[in-house]
């Protein structure tokens, strides 16, 4: 008795359409995800190098080593600072504030200040700084 040998067919398994769905789904989930910023205060500080001054109003906070605030040239304390600088920005929103502090001065109260111009509206901030010198480069 002789047996027959069949030949095997090969099974194959067409993944195309497979990736097809795979990359729609890609897609998908690329389109309908948000991103998460991290938390922080963005500022657009000025090149040091090659900036020049432009004519604009401006507001000053400085703040001391010994973390006193002066706004306008007269001391303030730190819970009336949001106040005082709305009824600055009354007479033109579009003014700059820059905060002149010391860099001995803690760093809480610098964000602290920066965060309350924020929410008072201000977009324009300035951090001032020194130019270094030649040799500290």
């Known amino acids: 008795m002789r047996f027959r040998h069949r030949k095997k067919?090969?099974?194959?398994?067409?993944?195309?359409?497979?990736?097809?769905?795979?990359?729609?789904?890609?897609?998908?989930?690329?389109?309908?995800?948000?991103?998460?910023?991290?938390?922080?205060?963005?500022?657009?500080?000025?090149?040091?190098?090659?900036?020049?001054?432009?004519?604009?109003?401006?507001?000053?906070v400085v703040i001391t080593e010994e973390n006193q605030i002066f706004f306008g040239g007269k001391a303030i304390r730190k819970q009336d600072f949001p106040q005082q600088l709305i009824e600055a920005m009354k007479s033109n929103p579009r003014r700059v504030l820059i905060v002149q502090a010391d860099e001995k001065t803690d760093h809480g109260i610098v964000v602290h200040i920066i965060d309350q111009a924020r929410l008072a509206g201000m977009k324009n901030l300035v951090i001032a700084?020194?130019?270094?010198?030649?040799?500290?480069?």
């Open 9 to 60: 067919r090969r099974v194959t398994i067409d993944i195309s359409a497979m990736i097809d769905v795979v990359f729609l789904l890609l897609l998908f989930f690329l389109v309908t995800s948000t991103f998460l910023e991290a938390p922080g205060i963005n500022l657009d500080l000025p090149d040091a190098t090659s900036s020049t001054a432009a004519e604009t109003e401006e507001l000053t």
């Open 129 to 137: 700084t020194e130019p270094a010198e030649e040799g500290a480069r």
